[in-house]
């Protein structure tokens, strides 16, 4: 099971009272479903739908940091293809070396 986080300052799911009782609200303003008679069961209904759209938005065709190759994404934690991620260096791309690296400031 993944864990999908949303975007800092994305529109979320809300809880709101109206006269027919409990009800949640779509990052639209439009009244998503029912929420029952307490207010914990809007919100938790508002969790499940909040997590379903997270991870519906991040999951998806990505190009690979290393190669460029687009592979299927299962989230944004994935942004290495199968392939580069199974090398074992890293990620590295094969242009990138340390091996030039001495530690001493240039100036």
Known sequence: ?????????????????TRTGWVVID???RIA????NSMAEAEQAAARL?????C????GPRACLCCGQT?????????LCTSCRSRGD???PNSFSFAGATGRRLA
């Open 56 to 59: 519906k938005v991040k999951v």
């Open 1 to 17: 099971m993944s864990v999908c986080y949303s975007k800092p300052g994305a529109a979320r799911y809300s809880v709101r009272w």
């Open 90 to 92: 890293g990620g590295l």
């Open 27 to 29: 990052p639209a303003g």
């Open 71 to 79: 592979f299927e994404s299962v989230g944004l934690h994935n942004r």
């Open 33 to 36: 479903r029912d929420g029952g």
């Open 50 to 54: 909040q997590r379903a759209a997270d």
